[in-house]
């Protein structure tokens, strides 16, 4: 597991220099290492070591070993992905193949550093550049080194040095953690989560977090995008430019919001998430209509699971995925599939009468779809009464008879 935080050190016009000219030179490295690996045809660390490390080591002699090695295995990192990109892309389009463009690097990069090329001792943080190795006296927040301690296991493993637009100087130290380090939450209940436009999520236990306010975000800012890009003026263009990426950082803090909330939730053991990996599929296909294309595309549904991933890690809650097929069709206490029983977001069986919200019926078909995935073999598949909580034990909540009660969070 692994955790960054960014720092911006306090260097010296000559030390902002000396990083300046150091990406040139690990860009430099990268190009001529991932030519080589692509024209040989091979991934190999040791064979492009032995072919091109003196050629290197001539044509930027400044650059320290550790850094050409670490500009090696960011080349044979970007090569394998440009290998498995290029594979697929050569069964759906062959002639797009050859167009392809290879794996590069700018002068204005960010350097990847290990722990023989940056050390922190303290509150004093080291770095080699192509002119000597710099000495800085860097500020981590307090919030940091009381969540992720050396005491808990937490070490530092490397950096990502670069500078930003204003020309400041940035470093994103790189902290990890060994996964049996953390001790897993067995006691706790499972949980379905259900991904929608409307609401974001929706948990089996009845809890909205809805999508009002970024629904609204980007419509607002779609509408922006198209009246200044109509007008096209120079003006129009600085304002263009001035506003992108707004609305991505706001659906990046709302997403941060949902999933904090959700880690630290109490009494959870499991989260599960409905696989919506064909999401991309149905949408390249053209199996929807032109508006429902735009929301799927606007849909941030996999950022929400990395930072969900990410969070819940850290507790001790497993999260994990289910197939999503027939999860808003099939009724969560009679297990029948009826697409006529959903009803815009009530779902309403035409066969037992269950009444409940259309989100928090799938979220409870995902989440009894894990548990009955995950009895042992040989045991029959029990479906759960609407009513009684992963456990097996009942909830706080009375039920009626006819099973049309609504779960606790839901208006």
Sequence with gaps: MRRSITVFPKLSDKEVSAVVETRKQYARAFNMSAECLINNSSTSKRFLHRMQYKRIKEECPALPTGLIQCARDVAVEAV????????????K?????????????????TMRYDVRTVTLRGSQLTFSTCDKRIKTIISIPEFFTERYSPSEGWKLKGANIGMDRKGRVFVNLIYECPDSAIEEN????IVGLDRGVYNIVTTSDGVHYGAKDARRVKRKYDHVRSELQEKGTRSARRRLKSISGCEKRFVRYQNHCISKKLANTDDVSVYVLDDLSFMNMLRLKGKSNKTMRKWLSNWSYSDLEFKLIY??????????????????QKCSVCKTIDKASRKGNRYICRHCGNRMHADVNAAINIRDSYITRAQKPGQAAVNQPYGWGATGKPETESVDKTLTSKPSGLS
């Design 80 to 91: 394998k992905t440009w290998n498995v990109k290029r594979t697929k892309l050569k069964q």
């Design 311 to 328: 969070k819940c890690q850290k507790n001790g809650i497993r999260v994990e995925a289910v197939d999503a097929r027939y999860t808003s």
């Design 93 to 109: 389009h062959p002639k797009r193949t050859d167009r392809m463009k290879r794996p590069s690097m700018k002068e204005k990069c």
């Design 186 to 189: 067995n006691d706790g209940k």
